[in-house]
């Protein structure tokens, strides 16, 4: 199980603000840094921008505070108990700054961390538990985004942002040019990114969210074929039909059947 020792959500401090741990604290340390900040990483001071993550390895020196203007931060002290150390099988580094695509994702699972700690609840260690492994799992997939973005990561939070759109909005009228329109880029040059960053067209993004939506409405409603290919996105039922069939291998009303 993961434990928490302590926590806090939105944390503000004044200028002047320091943490200094000559010897370190026997428990992991993660920071979510949403402020301009001062580190010393490997005994020099740097300045750090916002929307970054520092995660402090055991009984290791830290030192770090604000940089002239106010600083705000949430924070973890956590280890774990009676299982292996799940940080061995994540990509997240120790002692090293990095910035992160959706910190605010982050950020809300601390807020629910503070919440359950501050509440009596019954299953209230099971909980800080999920969220923390959430957290951690979060934070090592948004390290990773930002590997595969390497040079174009300037584009990667508001490409995330169109595609969470695409699948929270399959209907909409998607096309290549609205796309790039969107970010603000030529439309070769948007495709290249989207590919790029997710190893799929925009295009059979916008298919595949629209199948996937499809397919919840034909496992829980009994909507007829054509109002579920209407609510998809879909300008006729026989298009639908024909392009469900391509990516699934069977029919909408064959799908119908066989998920019940």
Same mark, same amino acid.
């Given at each position: 199980?993961?434990?928490?020792? =302590?926590?806090?959500?939105?944390?503000?401090?004044?200028?002047?603000?320091?943490?200094?741990?000559?010897?370190?604290? &026997? =428990?992991?340390?993660?920071?979510?840094?949403?402020?301009? @900040?001062?580190?010393?990483?490997?005994?020099?001071?740097?300045?750090?921008?916002?929307?970054?993550?520092?995660?402090?390895?055991?009984?290791?020196?830290?030192?770090?505070?604000?940089?002239?203007?106010?600083?705000?931060?949430?924070?973890?002290?956590?280890?774990?108990?009676?299982?292996?150390?799940?940080?061995?099988?994540?990509?997240?580094?120790?002692?090293?700054?990095?910035?992160? #695509?959706?910190?605010?994702?982050?950020?809300?699972?601390? $807020?629910?961390?503070?919440? %359950? *700690?501050?509440? #009596?609840?019954?299953?209230?260690? @099971?909980?800080?538990?999920?969220?923390?492994?959430?957290?951690?799992?979060?934070?090592? *997939?948004?390290?990773?985004?930002?590997?595969?973005?390497?040079?174009?990561?300037?584009?990667?939070?508001?490409?995330?942002?169109?595609?969470? %759109?695409?699948?929270?909005?399959?209907?909409?009228?998607?096309?290549?040019?609205?796309?790039?329109?969107?970010?603000?880029?030529?439309? *070769?040059?948007?495709?290249?990114?989207?590919?790029?960053?997710?190893?799929?067209?925009?295009? !059979?993004?916008?298919? !595949? @969210?629209?199948?996937?939506?499809?397919?919840?409405?034909?496992?829980?409603?009994?909507?007829?074929?054509?109002?579920?290919?209407?609510?998809?996105?879909?300008?006729? %039922?026989?298009?639908?039909?024909?392009?469900?069939?391509?990516?699934?291998?069977?029919? &909408?009303?064959?799908? $119908?059947?066989?998920?019940?």
């Amino acid at each position: 199980m993961i434990t928490v020792t =302590n926590c806090g959500h939105d944390s503000r401090h004044k200028t002047g603000f320091r943490i200094i741990r000559k010897t370190g604290v &026997p =428990n992991y340390i993660l920071l979510l840094v949403k402020t301009d @900040a001062l580190f010393e990483i490997k005994g020099k001071m740097i300045v750090t921008e916002p929307n970054m993550a520092i995660l402090f390895d055991k009984n290791t020196y830290t030192h770090y505070g604000s940089n002239m203007g106010f600083y705000n931060d949430d924070w973890i002290h956590f280890d774990f108990k009676d299982e292996p150390c799940l940080l061995d099988t994540l990509n997240i580094p120790f002692n090293q700054p990095v910035y992160l #695509p959706f910190i605010s994702h982050l950020s809300a699972y601390v $807020r629910q961390l503070v919440q %359950e *700690s501050n509440t #009596p609840s019954k299953h209230k260690d @099971a909980i800080k538990d999920t969220l923390m492994r959430t957290l951690l799992f979060s934070l090592d *997939s948004q390290i990773a985004l930002n590997r595969n973005a390497s040079g174009d990561q300037k584009y990667i939070t508001k490409m995330n942002q169109l595609r969470n %759109e695409i699948h929270n909005t399959p209907q909409k009228k998607w096309s290549a040019q609205s796309m790039a329109d969107y970010m603000n880029l030529s439309i *070769s040059y948007f495709q290249h990114l989207y590919k790029h960053f997710f190893k799929i067209s925009c295009i !059979q993004e916008v298919i !595949q @969210a629209r199948i996937l939506r499809a397919k919840f409405y034909l496992k829980t409603t009994d909507m007829s074929i054509r109002v579920i290919a209407e609510l998809c996105g879909y300008d006729n %039922e026989l298009h639908f039909m024909r392009q469900f069939k391509k990516f699934e291998g069977i029919t &909408p009303s064959q799908y $119908r059947s066989y998920s019940r």
